[in-house]
């Protein structure tokens, strides 16, 4: 298996060698805390990281994960009896019982399993409201009650775990799951991952091991992009700039294109800075109220990148690019463009959480205006 390999199989999170060689010296230490929390910036390969760690924990050889071994090659096309995968779904329409929703939403899991072997990279459910309910936590405590199948370890890989339901309809399924967390029968591990761990219960952060996924180097995304996607070495360069380095991030930036995303982002900028009301309407209104966050995202992606070098142009660092909007011949304070940016990951986080993009804009614009258009006042 080499590195960066983006063919279904199993495959290896980008530029995370030392997570995972502290991870397998763990592993072969049996040191390796049983229940996991896999967290960091969404699209840093949270997923992937839990998927390899599946792998690694049931390869039979001595090179773990080696990807060759009827363990690795199950695990790589999500087949292996004991690595149970599970993610947020949407709620099946309807079932007569408890017993009937259980099976049903195992079901949805086995085809939506089906369609990730052939691209295990496919964004299923998008738009749709998705949950990890009552029945499919019933489902993974009736499958961590069985021995192992195969060998002597079951993994469950839960995925998007603050998507986890608030059970206070069935505070039992609830206790159970969490005694699961908390005292994993020996022969379990449960890998939880969260690209939002603020938003996990409380109970379930303090019942896992933490393991970050860092943000990765941009030279090291820009490798992946030209070696492993077929990228010209300018458009790794663009992409991987506005990476933040997280590699899921740079390959939407890389496959969406140049577009018009900046000129959207500047369009947000100067709308901010324009003091007029009206001006901040018309560019909310300029995005759908209802879902449709494709456009949005990269609007502020673009609006994001722009402050960060109206910050640089601010703090002396660089020159201001052109293709920005007039700043009015007045610098504005560093603090306050920083506060900028904290608004528009705000937004962010809410174009993430699918909040109504027009509502999102509102609020930032104004938000923005007030901390920038304060700052251009001072002498
Ligand atoms: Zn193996």
């Given amino acids: 298996m080499t590195d960066g390999d983006v063919r279904p199989g199993l495959r290896r999170p980008i530029g995370q060698d030392e997570l995972l060689d502290r991870v397998i010296r763990a592993v072969a230490a049996r040191r390796l805390p049983q229940s996991l929390l896999i967290h960091g910036p969404p699209g840093v390969g949270l997923r992937t990281t839990a998927r390899w760690i599946a792998a690694a924990l049931q390869c039979e050889s001595e090179e773990r994960p080696c ?50 072997r052939d691209s295990p990279e496919a964004v299923l459910d998008r738009g749709e409201t998705t949950g990890l309910y009552v029945a499919a936590v019933e489902n ?18 839960i995925e998007d775990a603050d998507a986890m339901v608030p059970q206070s309809s069935s505070p039992e399924a609830a206790n159970a799951f969490l005694k699961l ?46 070696e492993d996607r077929g990228a010209s070495a300018e458009e790794a360069e663009r992409a991987a700039a506005q990476s933040d380095g997280v590699v899921g991030r ?29 001006a901040r309407f018309e560019a909310a209104g300029a995005f759908s109220a209802r879902g449709a966050r494709a456009a949005l995202q990269p609007a ?40 900028a940016m904290e608004a528009v990951e705000d937004a962010l986080e809410g174009v993430a959480q699918n909040l109504n993009p027009q509502a999102t804009v509102s609020v930032l614009l104004g938000d923005m205006n007030r901390v920038l258009a304060a700052s251009t006042r001072e002498p």
């Fill in 250 to 278: 740079a390959l939407e930036i890389w496959e969406r294109g140049p577009g018009d995303a900046t000129e959207s982002g500047a369009r947000l900028l100067s709308a901010a800075l324009s003091g007029d009301a009206r």
């Fill in 181 to 226: 967390l908390e005292e994993p029968p020996e022969f379990a591990f449960i890998l939880l991952t969260s690209g939002r761990p603020d938003a996990l219960l409380p109970t379930i952060r303090s019942r896992t091991a933490p393991l970050r996924v860092a943000p990765v180097r941009g030279e090291r995304i820009i490798r992946h992009l030209i």
């Fill in 140 to 157: 993974i405590r009736a499958q961590a009650a069985r021995r192992p199948a195969m060998g002597d370890r079951t993994v469950f890989v």
């Fill in 300 to 339: 502020l992606e673009a609006l994001r990148a722009q402050l960060r070098d109206v910050l640089a142009h601010a703090t002396g660092a660089a020159e201001l690019p052109p293709g920005l909007p007039s700043l009015r011949g007045r610098p504005l304070a560093p603090g306050a463009l920083l506060t």
């Fill in 67 to 116: 990807g060759a071994c009827r363990s690795c090659r199950l695990a790589g096309t999500f087949e292996h009896p004991d690595i149970h995968v599970h993610f947020p779904m949407p709620r099946p329409k309807r079932a007569s019982s408890r017993a009937k929703l259980r099976e049903a939403i195992e079901k949805q899991r086995m085809e939506r399993l089906a369609q990730l």
